[in-house]
Structure formats: C-alpha cells, structure tokens
C-alpha cells in the first residue's frame, strides 16, 4: 500500500487507526478456547467487527512468537485474515547485520519463502544503514524506524544529547539519507505530546506510527494539535484499550465500540484540516 493509498483509505474511512492484534491467549475470552485455534478465532471476530472503521492492523509478532508453532501458525493466518485494504504492520522491530536483516526482511516482506508479505516492518535502527537497507531493498513496502518511543526508557538512549540535537533527532535525520517519505515512516510514542514540533521540524511530510493513546494513557488531542500534516500524516495504534474491552462473549462488539469511539474523535480532527 503506498502513500496515496494511505491517505486515500484515510479520507474514505475518516480514520488513522491501526488496531494492534497483540493477542495473548491468557486474556481472550474462556468460551474461545474450544477452537482448534483459539487466538486466529479471536483475531478474526476482532478484524471483521472493526474492518471499516481502522485503515490499519497492527501485529505485534512477539505476542505469536512466544507460542512457538501454533503461534506462527496463527501469526500466518492472521496476516493472510487482514483485508486487502487496510495496512499491515508487523511490529517486530529487528535490524541486525546486513545478511541477517535480509532474512528478516524475506520473513516479513517476501510471500513466496515465509506465507507473509505484509506492508511494512518495524525496524530498530541501531545498528546503522546496512542493518536497514535489505528492508528498504523490497519494492513496495515501508520500513517504520524506531524514533522516539512510548515507554519510560525511552529517556535512557533516545534523549541523550550529542552536537546540539537528541539522538531521535540524529536518527530522523541521518535515516533521511537512505529513505524517503514513500518507503519510510517514525514511530513516535503518543506519550510524547509536543515532542511531535521537534518531529516534524526534521520530518514535516513523513508518516508517523503512534502507539501508546488507550492502555498507556497519549492524548490523541495532542498528537494531532502537535503532529497532524496536511495530508494527516499519522496512524494512531490501540491495542489492549480496544481488543480487551471486553472479556466476554461479546468481546467483538466491545471492540468494535472502543474502536467507534477512537474513529469519531479521529473524524472531528481530520474535519478540522478540511477531511470531512
Ligand atoms: O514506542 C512504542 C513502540 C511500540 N509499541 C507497541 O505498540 C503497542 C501498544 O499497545 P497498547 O496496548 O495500545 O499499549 C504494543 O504492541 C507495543 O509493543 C509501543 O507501545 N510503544
């Protein structure tokens, strides 16, 4: 899905959600757990309860990992679940030397070796340009580089100061070289708040991936006063708010108000940049 496309699906659906399917099988509803495979069944239910109000899912493939196997199976078969219209986002933020980043990137990018071929990985930027660059070398598809993320470690490295600029800055600007805004996006956590000016300086037409509104307690108010472009520029992730509203059998229909409630917000702010 490129650029356009993103900012099309934005403007039809009113909405820069992604929905993060960070499914763990201890917290999904006991009923489910009847089914051959109890998370796919609950991933399904979520996605076709929220299809048309997200433009994006959002896999945390740790939470799949962890499950060995089955969880690759279900981590397969949820990718191959996802609409074709919405954007695909393994978060599973590797990066490594050049040889094994490419196998990472066949892991996620390449359909013919691994059943998956999804539209964008998270990406740990690190270990420099060659860990990147095998990502980047997949036509189509967009690397979404760790800037400056949601958690309170986030002030351990990502803040240190060097030659008058923070190293989220240096990692925004130096990436720029290897990456445009049509193949690369930030993640930028939504606890951030006027963080997202000193983003934008160094990134003004970039998409941005923001985790952290819902369970971790962003404003969505503030990513959008502080980081919304023209053409939005952003898509917003929930997860536990929004897939663990309710524990219940009617687990989808809770989603899918939790969901509603974040698309209605997400509509009065893109109304106020003439999306309406
Ligand atoms: O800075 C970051 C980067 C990634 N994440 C991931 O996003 C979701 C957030 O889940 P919630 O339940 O909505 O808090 C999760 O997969 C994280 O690993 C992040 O939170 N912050």
């Not at 490295?157 to 070289?177: C, G, N, P, T, Y």
């Not at 970039?206 to 502080?226: E, I, M, N, R």
Request: hydrophobic share 40%; charged share 25%.
């Amino acid at each position: 899905m490129n650029k356009a496309a993103i900012i099309k699906a934005i403007k039809e659906k009113k909405s820069f959600l992604s929905i993060g399917l960070d499914t763990d099988i201890t917290k999904i509803p006991k009923h489910l757990l009847s089914y051959d495979n109890p998370v796919l069944e609950f991933n399904k239910q979520i996605i076709d309860a929220t299809a048309d109000l997200c433009i994006s899912y959002k896999i945390n493939t740790a939470f799949y990992e962890c499950n060995g196997l089955k969880g690759w199976e279900s981590l397969i078969k949820t990718y191959q679940y996802l609409p074709k219209n919405t954007f695909s986002i393994a978060d599973a933020k590797r990066g490594d030397i050049g040889n094994t980043s490419s196998m990472y990137a066949k892991a996620f990018f390449d359909e013919s070796a691994s059943e998956m071929s999804f539209d964008s990985v998270t990406v740990a930027p690190y270990m420099g340009k060659d860990s990147v660059s095998p990502f980047l070398a997949f036509k189509d598809k967009w690397v979404i580089l760790l800037a400056l993320t949601s958690n309170e470690g986030s002030h351990d490295f990502q803040r240190l100061k060097d030659h008058d600029a923070m190293l989220f800055e240096h990692v925004i600007k130096k990436s720029q070289e290897w990456a445009t805004d049509e193949n690369m996006m930030y993640v930028v956590g939504a606890t951030r708040g006027e963080a997202f000016l000193e983003i934008r300086k160094h990134a003004p037409h970039h998409f941005l991936l923001v985790p952290g509104v819902g369970a971790q307690g962003g404003s969505l108010a503030d990513v959008c006063k502080y980081g919304m472009t023209t053409d939005c520029g952003l898509i917003v992730n929930s997860s536990r708010a929004i897939i663990y509203a309710s524990n219940g059998e009617d687990f989808a229909e809770a989603a899918r108000e939790q969901a509603l409630l974040v698309q209605q917000e997400m509509a009065a702010e893109l109304q106020k940049i003439g999306i309406s």
